[in-house]
């Protein structure tokens, strides 16, 4: 099966600007998770969708990154305007919804520079 | 809140030794799941092995086996005959079973250990 897409590969911008990033899960997986890895630490959680309603978002800076996920299956992440601090790369995972113990299949993520 | 701590940053080991990489937890729940994820330079993590909590038995894949001690919270990671394509990122990570009013589980990571393999 097609894993997890993510686009672009890598980003660079300037403070202040925006940057919008893309997923694209594997299909008929109802949930959708975004997570910022920043450089030397694990993955944090920013959003978790199932289907196409937000469930998780307890963890997402509100004032400045948004997302959605158009029909329960793409989905997109934006940040503006970017800072210093958000250079990191962000992760999407998809998942079957339910309580079975298996692992989520993860895409390659966007290293976000911002400079 | 769950947490996960790895006080590894950085191991290395001998090509067809073998190591132990270290994880403990906490958590109040009595019933999850425990994963360890190995993440190389294309960034992409790839699930290594996988626990649940109500089973006694360590879980074991090929030359990756896992040491749970559910008392003491801690499950690490143990590689035999290491091999160069193991060098890489190594997350352990938590996840409950029950999903709550919030839906579907979240994991949560470990801060990793870079593994490096000496030839």
């Known amino acids: 099966e097609a894993g997890v897409a993510q686009s672009p590969r890598y980003k660079i911008i300037e403070k202040r600007q925006s940057v919008a990033f893309w997923c694209n899960p594997i299909?008929?997986?109802?949930?959708l998770y975004w997570y910022q890895q920043i450089l030397g630490q694990g993955p944090k959680l920013l959003i978790q969708?199932?289907?196409?309603?937000?469930?998780?978002d307890s963890q997402l800076p509100k004032d400045r990154f948004s997302a959605e996920r158009l029909k329960g299956v793409d989905s997109t992440l934006k940040i503006q305007p970017a800072k210093l601090e958000d250079s990191a790369v962000y992760l999407c995972?998809?998942?079957?919804?339910?309580?079975?113990?298996?692992?989520?299949?993860f895409g390659s993520g966007t290293r976000l520079t911002v400079v | 809140a769950q947490t996960v701590t790895q006080s590894q940053p950085e191991m290395s080991v001998q090509e067809a030794e073998t190591v132990t990489l270290s994880c403990t937890y906490d958590?109040?729940?009595?019933?999850?799941?425990l994963f360890w994820y190995k993440q190389p330079p294309s960034r992409q993590m790839i699930l290594v092995i996988r626990?649940?909590?109500?089973?006694?038995q360590n879980a074991t894949e090929n030359r990756f086996s896992v040491n749970f001690q559910k008392a003491a919270k801690s499950f690490s990671l143990k590689i035999s005959d290491s091999q160069l394509g193991d060098a890489a990122m190594y997350f352990c990570?938590?996840?409950?079973?029950?999903?709550?009013?919030?839906?579907?589980?979240?994991?949560?990571f470990g801060q990793g250990t870079r593994l490096t393999i000496n030839p």
């Open positions: 995972a998809s998942s079957t919804s339910g309580t079975g113990g298996h692992g989520y299949t």
């Open positions: 299909s008929g997986h109802a949930t």
């Open positions: 969708f199932q289907n196409n309603g937000v469930v998780d």
């Open positions: 958590t109040s729940e009595s019933d999850y799941y």
């Open positions: 626990q649940e909590a109500y089973k006694q």
């Open positions: 990570a938590y996840r409950s079973v029950w999903a709550g009013f919030q839906g579907a589980q979240k994991l949560v």
